[in-house]
């Protein structure tokens, strides 16, 4: 996926290196790519969770919506703790200081972030953390604490970003820990731990793959066994039906339970990314339930308890709520692909290897900056270079170049060229490290 370098437009203004990540990804060569992905974000990772309804203005300026992951960032954390409270019409004004739904939220919670009963938003949790979201609606709906029975087969998902935090929730699908959940919520992961809601237990799980166009991942949870799965519905869910959305409602670490109803199916939605780019959503069903930011990934039960949906987003604009979910069927057709092995070209598998660069914005294979203990930190390659092979095949163009690397694993020893900007030739073998999750 291609990252801009922001000002960085000729070799003598490039940095030398870049400062490490918790993995050492960066925007550039080493960010995996499929062929269908999600919008990059505009501060050096792809930020799937910062997806709004796209006819929705970002942080509810003409009414506010979102995908339900919880991300937060240093950045974005300390500028919504100086930023201006949501006053809450009719009601207690907003807390400073709260944790940002990364690409806007505002009008997500009564009296917007950490508020307690205004229907006006505040911090948007955009990129400045400054924006207010006063026209974003609040939520009338209400939620309660799910049963034994619903917590069952649920988890919580935290997810450790290039750059910040995730939250998201999943469901069990095998004893032995196969978990599915959004692929907003992991996308752009180095790291997930899972905990399992019902007996408080915490895994360290891997990406075994997913389809980012239909927004759904698959989990591995290490060392996982007696685990007690989510029971499926036999049936599609109908239009009336009776519902209840289970989720780890704004990412605090307690599942809530928002009852509903099955307001329409087959939807179709526009959402949008924080560099406004748009990704299309089809199939979903609507409804007419709380859901919330943290909620993703999450369940949407039938009276009987079975699943019948998994939460994916949700749009606000006037004190309703309406949101959406993946089928179940969608949700288990993905599920299937993926542990079954077969790629195709939206299904990805696994991890991607990584170099460990950031490309300049010209599209060149001129490299922006190495990150400090990356894979090629060491190996003589530098900021200004220009890459010309890769394992002996000629590149020219960072498309090409990232199709490069990403055709290897993480673990690979792959041999590079370079040209410095003064003419001389370089070359070095390098081990290839782990991609963010593409």
Same mark, same amino acid.
């Given at each position: 996926?291609?990252?801009?370098?922001?000002?960085?437009?000729?070799?003598?203004?490039? &940095?030398?290196?870049?400062?490490?990540? %918790?993995?050492?990804?960066?925007?550039?060569?080493?960010?995996?790519?499929? %062929?269908?992905?999600?919008?990059?974000?505009?501060?050096?990772?792809?930020?799937?969770?910062?997806?709004? +309804?796209?006819?929705?203005?970002?942080?509810?300026?003409?009414?506010?919506?979102?995908?339900?992951?919880?991300?937060?960032?240093?950045?974005?954390?300390?500028?919504?703790?100086?930023?201006?409270?949501?006053?809450?019409?009719?009601?207690?004004?907003?807390?400073?200081? $709260?944790?940002?739904?990364?690409?806007?939220?505002?009008?997500?919670?009564?009296?917007?972030?950490?508020? +307690?009963?205004?229907?006006?938003?505040?911090?948007?949790?955009?990129?400045?953390?400054?924006?207010?979201?006063?026209?974003?609606?609040?939520?009338?709906?209400?939620?309660?604490?799910?049963?034994?029975?619903?917590?069952?087969?649920?988890?919580?998902? !935290?997810?450790?970003?290039?750059?910040?935090?995730?939250?998201?929730?999943?469901?069990?699908?095998?004893?032995?820990?196969?978990?599915?959940?959004?692929?907003?919520?992991?996308?752009?992961?180095?790291?997930?731990?899972?905990?399992?809601?019902?007996?408080?237990?915490?895994?360290?799980?891997?990406?075994?793959?997913?389809?980012?166009?239909?927004? +759904?991942?698959?989990?591995?949870?290490?060392?996982?066994?007696?685990?007690? %799965?989510?029971?499926?519905?036999?049936?599609?869910?109908?239009?009336?039906?009776?519902?209840?959305?289970?989720?780890?409602?704004?990412?605090?670490?307690?599942?809530? *339970?928002? &009852?509903?109803?099955?307001?329409?199916?087959?939807?179709?939605?526009?959402?949008?990314?924080?560099?406004?780019?748009?990704?299309?959503?089809?199939?979903?069903?609507?409804?007419?339930? !709380?859901?919330?930011?943290?909620?993703?990934?999450?369940?949407?039960?039938?009276?009987?308890?079975?699943?019948?949906?998994?939460?994916?987003?949700?749009?606000?604009?006037?004190?309703?709520?309406?949101?959406?979910?993946?089928?179940?069927?969608?949700?288990?057709?993905?599920?299937?692909?993926?542990?079954?092995?077969?790629?195709?070209?939206?299904?990805?598998?696994?991890?991607?290897?990584?170099?460990?660069?950031?490309?300049?914005?010209?599209? $060149?294979?001129?490299?922006?900056?190495?990150?400090?203990?990356?894979?090629?930190?060491?190996?003589?390659? *530098?900021?200004?270079?220009?890459?010309?092979?890769?394992?002996?095949? $000629?590149?020219?163009?960072?498309?090409?170049?990232?199709?490069?690397?990403?055709?290897?694993?993480?673990?690979?020893?792959?041999?590079?060229?370079?040209?410095? &900007?003064?003419?001389?030739?370089?070359?070095?073998?390098?081990?290839?490290?782990?991609?963010?999750?593409?």
């Amino acid at each position: 996926m291609t990252r801009a370098a922001d000002d960085q437009t000729s070799p003598e203004s490039l &940095p030398r290196s870049l400062p490490g990540t %918790p993995s050492g990804a960066l925007p550039g060569a080493e960010q995996p790519v499929t %062929p269908a992905h999600r919008p990059a974000g505009s501060s050096g990772r792809r930020r799937a969770a910062a997806l709004l +309804v796209a006819a929705l203005a970002v942080g509810g300026v003409a009414g506010g919506g979102s995908v339900l992951a919880l991300r937060t960032t240093a950045a974005t954390t300390s500028a919504a703790s100086s930023a201006t409270a949501g006053t809450g019409t009719g009601g207690a004004s907003g807390t400073t200081g $709260s944790p940002v739904w990364w690409g806007g939220r505002g009008g997500w919670t009564e009296g917007g972030l950490g508020g +307690v009963s205004g229907t006006s938003g505040s911090t948007d949790g955009t990129t400045s953390g400054t924006t207010s979201g006063a026209s974003g609606g609040t939520t009338s709906g209400t939620t309660t604490s799910p049963t034994s029975t619903q917590l069952t087969g649920l988890v919580r998902i !935290d997810s450790t970003l290039t750059d910040g935090e995730a939250a998201g929730t999943g469901m069990v699908l095998t004893a032995d820990g196969r978990v599915v959940t959004n692929h907003h919520v992991v996308e752009g992961a180095t790291s997930i731990r899972v905990t399992v809601m019902s007996t408080g237990r915490t895994y360290t799980a891997t990406y075994v793959g997913g389809d980012a166009t239909a927004d +759904v991942a698959v989990l591995q949870l290490q060392g996982a066994s007696g685990l007690t %799965p989510v029971t499926f519905a036999a049936s599609a869910a109908t239009t009336g039906q009776s519902v209840t959305a289970v989720g780890d409602a704004q990412g605090e670490s307690t599942l809530t *339970a928002a &009852p509903g109803t099955v307001t329409a199916l087959a939807q179709e939605i526009d959402v949008q990314g924080d560099d406004g780019t748009t990704h299309h959503l089809s199939g979903l069903v609507e409804l007419a339930a !709380d859901i919330v930011p943290g909620d993703s990934g999450g369940a949407v039960y039938d009276a009987a308890g079975q699943v019948v949906a998994m939460n994916v987003a949700a749009s606000s604009g006037t004190r309703d709520v309406t949101g959406y979910a993946i089928p179940a069927a969608t949700v288990r057709q993905v599920v299937d692909e993926v542990v079954a092995g077969r790629a195709s070209d939206t299904v990805a598998l696994g991890y991607d290897g990584y170099l460990g660069v950031g490309l300049a914005s010209d599209g $060149s294979t001129t490299v922006y900056g190495v990150v400090a203990g990356g894979p090629v930190d060491g190996s003589g390659l *530098a900021a200004g270079d220009t890459v010309t092979s890769v394992d002996g095949t $000629s590149v020219s163009s960072g498309d090409q170049l990232r199709a490069a690397v990403t055709a290897h694993r993480p673990g690979d020893r792959v041999a590079l060229t370079w040209t410095a &900007p003064d003419g001389t030739t370089g070359s070095a073998t390098v081990v290839l490290g782990t991609a963010p999750i593409a």
